[in-house]
C-alpha cells in the first residue's frame, strides 16, 4: 500500500472507538440485571423481566450505529492485511492471516445481527409472559419454541466469527507475522472478555452483567494493536526517503 493510503487506514481504524463505545451501551442495556437473577430455562434469565423495552430500543440503535462505525474502520484494516500476504514467510501464516481477514469481514453482518438477535429474544421473551398472564413455565415453552428456529444460524455464525478472530490473532502474533509483542495476546476480544468474566466472579457487584460489555471492549483494544502494525508499515515506508 502507498504511504497515503497507510495513513488514511491509520485515521479510519480509530472509529473502532466511537463504534464499539455504542456498542458497550447496547451490551450493557441488555446484560445488567439484578444480583438476585437466576436461570429460568437454558438461557431465560429471570433477569430478563427487569429490561424495559426502550433498553432494547436503544440496543438495537447502538448495534446499528456501532456496526456502520466497526465498518468504517475495519475494511481499510482488511485491505491493509490483504497486503501483508505476499510477505508471510510460509503457507500456514498465510491461512491464519486469510482467516483474519474473513473473521474481519464477517464482522460487518455479525455485530448488528447479534445486537438484534438477542435483543430481540429478550423481548419476546418479556412479550410472551406478558401474553401468558405471567406464567414463566408456559412463557418459557413458548420462548424455547421460537429459539429453536434460531439457534443454528445463531450459534453458528457467532462461533465462526469469534473463532475466526481468536485463532487468527492469536496465532498471527505468535508466528511473529504480527510484530507484535506476545503480551498483545490478550487482546483478542474473547480473551478480554474472559478477563471480564473473571472480574465479575471476583468482585461483588450490586448487579449482575457487569461482562457485558468487555468482548466489545476487546475491540477497541485489538485495534489499536492493528494500528501499531499499519504505523510500523508507514515508517517502513519512510525510512528509504529519509536516508536519500
Not at 480509530?14 to 464499539?20: C, E, R, S
Not at 475495519?74 to 500456514?92: T, Y
Not at 401468558?132 to 424455547?144: F, K, Q
Not at 465479575?200 to 448487579?207: A, G, K, R, V
Amino acid at each position: 500500500m502507498a504511504t497515503d493510503e497507510l495513513r488514511k487506514t491509520y485515521k479510519r481504524m480509530l472509529w473502532i472507538i466511537p463504534g464499539m463505545l455504542l456498542a458497550m451501551v447496547g451490551d450493557y442495556c441488555m446484560g445488567i440485571e439484578p444480583v438476585a437473577s437466576y436461570s429460568i430455562s437454558g438461557m431465560v434469565s429471570s433477569g430478563w423481566l427487569t429490561i424495559a423495552d426502550w433498553r432494547i430500543a436503544v440496543s438495537n440503535i447502538g448495534g446499528l450505529l456501532g456496526t456502520a462505525c466497526y465498518t468504517v474502520a475495519a475494511l481499510p484494516f482488511a485491505a491493509f492485511l490483504k497486503s501483508m500476504l505476499p510477505e508471510c514467510k510460509d503457507q500456514w501464516a498465510k491461512r491464519f492471516l486469510r482467516l483474519y481477514i474473513a473473521g474481519l469481514i464477517l464482522g460487518i453482518m455479525c455485530f448488528l445481527y447479534f445486537h438484534l438477535e438477542c435483543g430481540t429474544l429478550i423481548h419476546n421473551f418479556n412479550v410472551l409472559y406478558e401474553a401468558s398472564g405471567g406464567n414463566t413455565e408456559l412463557a418459557a415453552a413458548m420462548w424455547n419454541r421460537s429459539y429453536m428456529v434460531q439457534i443454528v444460524p445463531y450459534w453458528v455464525t457467532f462461533f465462526a466469527f469469534e473463532l475466526a478472530i481468536l485463532i487468527g490473532w492469536i496465532a498471527l502474533i505468535w508466528k511473529g507475522t504480527f510484530a507484535l509483542k506476545k503480551a498483545w495476546i490478550l487482546a483478542s476480544p474473547l480473551i478480554v472478555a474472559g478477563i471480564g468474566y473473571l472480574l465479575e466472579l471476583l468482585i461483588p457487584w450490586p448487579f449482575n452483567g457487569f461482562v457485558s460489555g468487555f468482548e466489545s471492549f476487546g475491540w477497541i483494544v485489538m485495534f489499536l494493536g492493528g494500528r501499531k502494525l499499519v504505523r510500523q508499515a508507514i515508517q517502513k515506508k519512510n525510512r528509504p526517503e529519509e536516508t536519500s
